[in-house]
């Protein structure tokens, strides 16, 4: 039901910036809760941040604290991952997802459906 497009994902230096975007189709930011993942090959899926339905609750993994955001922009029906102060080790793809339940939580098991995932790429 729901389609989850990504975009913003390329190749930044150390210290610099990226913004995730998320947008979804044939649903609202509002009753579900939303997830940003990422992957390395050979590695975990593991859980970056996520943002809830009830009350619009924000997550962060310890490893993003303080230098990622996530946000909502409900009228165009996208969220946003603000990434600051990337690392090499932020080298990942990621992943937008959906949580139906609408509590939000960084586990991949609890979300029903992904996108496509966008690359990111931090180098010097």
């Known amino acids: 039901q729901v389609q989850l497009v990504e975009s913003g994902g390329g190749l930044v230096q150390p210290g610099g910036s990226l913004r995730l975007s998320c947008t979804a189709s044939g649903s609202t930011l509002h009753r579900y809760a939303y997830g940003w993942f990422r992957q390395v090959p050979g590695k975990e899926r593991e859980g970056v941040s996520c943002?809830?339905?009830?009350?619009?609750?924000?997550t962060y993994a310890d490893f993003v604290k303080g230098r990622f955001t996530i946000s909502r922009d409900s009228a165009k029906n996208t969220v946003y991952l603000q990434m600051n102060s990337l690392k090499p080790e932020d080298t990942a793809v990621y992943y937008c997802?959906?949580?139906?339940?609408?509590?939000?939580?960084?586990?991949?098991?609890?979300?029903?459906?992904w996108g496509q995932g966008t690359q990111v790429t931090v180098s010097p």
């Open positions: 943002l809830s339905s009830y009350g619009s609750v924000t």
């Open positions: 997802a959906i949580d139906r339940r609408g509590w939000g939580t960084l586990n991949s098991v609890d979300y029903d459906q």
